[in-house]
């Protein structure tokens, strides 16, 4: 299996490697608490391939140093060529105004992302274009061209405006993957209300608690979604939710279903009956750049979500630059991005990216394994996608499935492979590379976040060379560097903590009426830089690794070690499908690392295989990460977006208990399991 692939001579530089002093924080001197110990020893590199660097936009590492410099010595000049790709009403005055943490851009412009994303299309040939390929999980298809999105976000648009709502509203969008949850979107920027889409996996507390902090005024959902074959009760859980939202007046209901469902007269209305007979006019408001764009809340990992607030001119330009360059887009691309568009990732690069760019955005109602495990690759072959983007989860998920259902379709459509959410083990990365890509495809590692409102961090396909695990470099415009504790740059190879530097358009503009949280979380750390909360290392090559964040680090015997690290490790056990390291408290070392790990298809737990594991780790990188302990689990508890909930593990390790929120866990069983210790 691909899986196994790693070379024998790179084995046997791993242990050399974390024996030698210089590839840790340790060689430099620095106090261990300042730095993060790292212990990653991938070296394959992969370059361009030939035919795909002749064709890209940006075909040498030379040219992209050009546009980084640009971007540096020139910002009026290198944004002022993006964003003059775009439509502005009104050109701005300043390209930026700064007083840190507070951002502008594009000051003083006007302009519509619909309008953009849109109306800007439907003088040429692409009217009749595909804008969006919708596949239902049932199996329906429905193409939407860029004439047809047109014309429902107008009209859609008109509904929101005839029930009040203004350009100084929010609405709540509460939907599964369907085109009507884009129109949704695009109607809300059309007439300058902020959206808040909250993910359809949702329980009705969530959805109301957000609703509440975003004080929406309307919600839009659905009679229910269909996923793995069943039915989710949008609407049901809605009704549960607007017993308590006094800021909600009307909920519009999409039928997808046409499940029966309880319409509160007054409150309530049907999505098509709202359309029929509406006009199709709806001038695009000239708004703002630091109009509302989006507001987005994320778990993160301890207490109330936050809602990250977003605005208009900056996205607009960050959207469109990152699709261009990051993928590569082109007319000619079937491009799918399998994030929901509840996450940021739907938003950046479902909807507003790829419609900027005037490309085709392929959406899919459900799971990636209904009926089969080969739905997605099905669905590649069938539609003759070129550019895939998804999470490394689920391509863990893919390679536990096993090779035969890739296998069985024709991938050759396939020209270039994203991924995003986490960092992404060098085995998996190896196993996309071939099994999905044929060898053939650039892998682009996207690092991002929630509140960078789009990537920051990745290859330029046809220039940047790869390494399977590392995200690369900084995209042109972005101030990245890897910092200690006190703020001095950390020498290569040593771990320290990822700050960006300079203000960047899409930058979140501050937490939704919590400005003091928005300080203390992300510009208290370092003065006047942004802390991402993510652990990093730079190679000698200037490239980025992500160890995780910074809250998963490791405590063990004086050196912090990022738990990324040791988890790849382990999943390139050919008997592991995925693994999470956390650490309890340990009377003798401070603290012991315990690993869970949930087997492969084709494993079976015994204590031998627990040592296993455990040399395992110590042959291919040091002792020091040794875990102390293997617990086996079937499952381990993520949240909706196929993150491992660390925090849970790690208070189940300790004290064998619960207690934080668990309203982002996917699936309570998983925690049920680990709690009562009935896992083998
Ligand atoms: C966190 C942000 C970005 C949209 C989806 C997640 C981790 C994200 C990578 C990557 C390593 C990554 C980081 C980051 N992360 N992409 N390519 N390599 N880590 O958005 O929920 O806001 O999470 O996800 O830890 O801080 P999010």
Wanted: hydrophobic residues 40%; aromatic residues 10%.
């Amino acid at each position: 299996m691909a899986k196994k692939n790693r070379p024998a001579e790179s084995a046997a530089a791993a242990s050399a490697e974390a024996a030698s002093p210089a590839h840790t924080g340790a060689a430099n001197g620095h106090d261990h608490n300042t730095t993060i110990t790292s212990v990653s020893t991938e070296h394959r590199k992969f370059a361009p391939p030939e035919s795909f660097a002749e064709t890209a936009r940006i075909s040498s590492l030379k040219e992209y140093r050009r546009l980084h410099r640009l971007a540096d010595e020139d910002p009026e000049k290198f944004w002022g060529k993006i964003a003059g790709e775009l439509h502005w009403f009104k050109p701005w005055k300043k390209l930026l105004s700064w007083k840190a943490p507070f951002a502008r851009w594009f000051v003083g412009a006007k302009t519509n992302m619909s309008y953009n994303c849109l109306d800007r299309h439907l003088d040429g040939w692409r009217r009749t274009k595909a804008a969006i390929i919708w596949e239902g999980e049932p199996g329906e298809v429905r193409t939407l061209t860029y004439a047809q999105l047109h014309h429902e976000v107008c009209k859609f648009s008109n509904v929101l405006r005839s029930l009040g709502v203004t350009k100084e509203d929010t609405v709540a969008i509460y939907m599964g993957m369907v085109p009507e949850a884009a129109i949704a979107m695009l109607a809300c920027t059309r007439i300058g209300a902020a959206h808040n889409v909250i993910f359809g996996g949702f329980s009705a507390e969530a959805l109301r608690e957000r609703i509440n902090d975003s004080r929406a005024k309307v919600l839009v959902t659905q009679d229910a979604a269909f996923r793995r074959g069943t039915e989710v009760a949008l609407k049901d859980a809605a009704d549960r939710a607007l017993t308590g939202t006094p800021t909600i007046e009307h909920c519009i209901v999409y039928r997808r279903s046409g499940s029966q469902i309880a319409m509160q007269a007054g409150r309530d209305h049907w999505w098509h009956e709202m359309m029929a007979g509406i006009s199709a006019k709806s001038k695009a408001e000239q708004l703002d750049s630091e109009h509302p764009l989006y507001v987005l809340y994320t778990s993160g990992s301890t207490g109330k979500p936050k809602g990250i607030f977003h605005t208009l001119g900056g996205n607009l330009v960050w959207s469109y630059y990152t699709t261009r360059m990051v993928f590569d887009m082109r007319d000619e691309d079937t491009y799918w991005c399998t994030a929901d568009i509840g996450w940021v990732t739907g938003h950046a690069y479902v909807v507003y990216g790829p419609l900027l760019n005037g490309a085709t955005s392929l959406m899919y109602e459900g799971a990636p394994n209904w009926p089969e495990a080969d739905r997605f690759w099905d669905m590649v072959e069938r539609h003759g996608v070129t550019i895939f983007y998804t999470a490394p989860t689920a391509i863990r998920a893919f390679m536990r499935w096993g090779e035969g259902f890739p296998r069985r379709h024709d991938l050759s459509s396939l020209r270039l492979l994203g991924t995003v959410g986490e960092p992404i083990n060098p085995e998996a990365w190896m196993w996309y590379r071939s099994t999905i890509g044929g060898d053939r495809c650039p892998i682009v590692d996207t690092w991002w976040q929630t509140e960078t409102g789009g990537i920051m961090i990745a290859p330029l396909p046809g220039a940047t060379p790869t390494k399977p695990g590392s995200a690369t470099l900084p995209l042109p415009g972005i101030d990245v560097d890897v910092v200690r504790k006190d703020g001095t740059s950390c020498a290569p190879n040593e771990g320290g903590y990822l700050v960006i530097k300079s203000p960047w358009p899409s930058m979140l503009r501050t937490i939704h009426g919590d400005d003091q949280r928005f300080k203390e979380t992300y510009w208290s750390h370092y003065k006047g830089w942004y802390f991402t909360g993510d652990g990093a290392r730079r190679d000698e090559d200037g490239y980025l690794w992500i160890m995780g964040r910074v809250d998963d680090v490791v405590n063990v015997a004086g050196h912090r070690l990022g738990t990324a690290e040791i988890e790849s490790s382990l999943v390139a056990h050919k008997m592991v499908a995925e693994a999470a390291v956390v650490a309890r408290p340990d009377e003798m070392k401070g603290n012991a690392l315990v690993a869970f790990v949930s087997l492969a298809a084709n494993a079976t737990a015994s204590p031998a295989l627990k040592e296993e594991l455990r040399e395992h780790v110590a042959r291919e990188i040091g002792a020091i990460a040794k875990p102390e302990e293997i617990r086996f689990s079937d499952a381990l508890p993520k949240t909706r977006s196929g993150k491992i909930m660390r925090r849970l593990l790690r208070e189940i390790a300790s004290t064998g208990q619960v207690s934080g929120d668990v309203t982002t866990l996917e699936d309570f069983s998983s925690l049920e399991k680990l709690r009562a210790g009935e896992e083998e």
